[in-house]
């Protein structure tokens, strides 16, 4: 029997301010729909890839729906928050780390945090995710984003080098919200999950408030000095 036929694969794409594009399978497994989607057009295979932005199946709920991204999310601002001069003087471990190595720690934990950021676009080209619409990605679009798919991790790195917190929190900051605004920009282009932006907002706010923290305890210091 036509693959075409048993796979029964249709593609919707919705009508409200070019929402993430949706695709359905119906009686038959996801093997043979990749099968079928092999012999389909570059605009259908094209729509399908962009199941990453929230995949709408007869088998399951829309990926804004998840729980996983908004609890792990939660649970990942909790190192920033914790490792602020703040919280370590009103969780009472003073005496156990110092400033110093609380403030390496955030820094530490902000550039890993960046680098995750740019890997986001790294995956979302290495499956062809659209940049527009859901059109399929062009050469130039795919080397633009695996461009900067790469950058955040060169500032990460950068700023895990600086000896002055001010400026290793600062490089941190800036990069967090650059990487804000770039998202938001692909977001509104199609190119990037369109639920994930206001977990990123939340996030990206909990972030670099906590660096400023500490920021300013190296101002502080710089100060007394």
């Known amino acids: 029997m036509d693959l075409h036929r ?9 009508a409200h301010d070019g929402e993430n594009t949706f695709a359905e399978t119906r009686g038959t497994s996801f093997v ?5 989607l092999a012999r389909a057009p570059l605009r ?4 399908f890839s962009c199941w990453v932005g929230g995949v709408k199946t007869r088998h399951g ?34 005496s156990v780390v110092t400033p ?16 995750f950021l740019g890997g986001i676009h790294w995956g979302l080209g290495a499956i062809g995710h659209s940049v527009v619409r859901d059109l ?26 600086m000896s002055s917190e001010i400026m290793a929190c600062g490089t941190l900051i800036g990069g967090l919200l650059t990487c804000a605004g770039v998202d938001t920009a692909y977001a509104k282009a199609g190119g ?3 639920w994930l932006i206001p977990l990123r907002y939340g996030l990206t706010a909990a972030a670099t408030m906590s660096l400023a923290a500490t920021a300013f305890r190296g101002v502080e210091q710089h100060e007394k000095k």
């Open 44 to 47: 259908v295979r094209a729509c």
């Open 100 to 115: 110093e190595t609380t403030a390496r720690l955030q820094i530490g934990y902000g550039a890993s945090i960046l680098s």
């Open 6 to 14: 048993r796979a029964r694969f249709y593609v919707l794409e919705t």
């Open 192 to 194: 990037y999950p369109k």
């Open 136 to 161: 399929p990605p062009t050469p130039a679009q795919l080397t633009t984003r695996y461009a900067w798919s790469v950058t955040p991790s060169l500032l990460a790195w950068q700023a895990s080098l």
């Open 61 to 94: 709920p829309p990926m804004a729906m998840h729980p996983a991204p908004y609890a792990l999310g939660v649970l990942g601002a909790v190192p920033f928050v914790g490792l602020t001069p703040q919280a370590r003087r009103a969780l009472g471990y003073e």
């Open 32 to 36: 043979v729909c990749t099968l079928a």
